[in-house]
């Protein structure tokens, strides 16, 4: 694990670069967005999102997702997520600005967004890799944060112990390679201690054409 940071001297241009390993690597950046676009981001995406909490059924059973969740993206996009197809019927107008940003930070232009709420520590995310068919063979995935401080963390597919901690905090911007997807698992662990609500916002590209599969 290697981690070089790139330097503050230019402010949210430049990301801290991490690597997992070989090619699996991470970029994050702290004050993500300008300040006037930040300011007022969390309150008005709560107020405009189509936000829901989706019941899955794993093992036979049913459960309510210990979250609240919202898809957008270009009009006609279709995925599924949390055992439902949804089709996309454009972005709300307080996302496009975010969505510009973050597409020009990483260098990627994505077509969707799923847009995560965390009600205080005891939401959370468990592990999963985002790799569906749908996302293409090297699906690069742009993390952007607002709210309280998580912590993110990392273990080999295939089984394996955490292997890395990054606390994700409010207006940061974190960007995976394919082979993060590839290598790796992620979650957002539960935490007690943590009072606050944080948003989530994973912009991907989505390839359409493929045919989905179930994602919780
Ligand atoms: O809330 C987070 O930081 C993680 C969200 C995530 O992994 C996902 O939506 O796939
Ligand atoms: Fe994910």
């Known amino acids: 694990m290697t981690v070089n940071d790139s330097g503050s001297a230019a402010g949210q241009k430049m990301p801290e670069a991490i690597t997992l390993a070989g090619q699996a690597r991470l970029w994050l950046w702290h004050h993500a967005l300008p300040a ?19 019941r899955i059924q794993v093992f036979g059973r049913y459960h309510t997702v210990p979250r609240l969740t919202a898809w957008h993206g270009d009009a006609g996009i279709p995925y599924r997520y ?32 799923l847009a995560n709420r965390y009600r205080n520590g005891k939401d959370c995310m468990g592990y999963h890799s985002d ?13 952007y944060s607002l709210g ?27 960007l995976m390679s394919p082979q993060v997807q590839q290598q790796f ?13 944080r948003l989530n916002l994973t912009f991907r590209r989505i390839f359409t054409g493929i045919s989905p599969r179930t994602r919780n």
């Open 36 to 54: 006037a676009q930040h300011r007022l981001l969390q309150a008005d995406l709560n107020a405009a999102l189509d936000w829901q909490q989706p």
């Open 82 to 113: 949390s055992g439902h197809q949804h089709v996309a019927d454009g972005w709300p107008d307080v996302l496009k600005p975010v969505r510009d940003t973050v597409s020009e930070l990483c260098g990627h232009p994505f077509n969707s967004v």
């Open 131 to 143: 790799d569906e068919p749908e996302l293409g063979p090297e699906p690069w995935i742009a993390s």
């Open 148 to 174: 309280a401080e998580r912590d993110f963390v990392f273990r080999p597919r295939g089984g394996g112990r955490q292997c890395f901690s990054l606390a994700l905090p409010d207006n940061s911007l974190l």
């Open 185 to 197: 698992q992620h979650a957002l662990p539960r935490r007690q201690r943590v009072q606050g609500e």
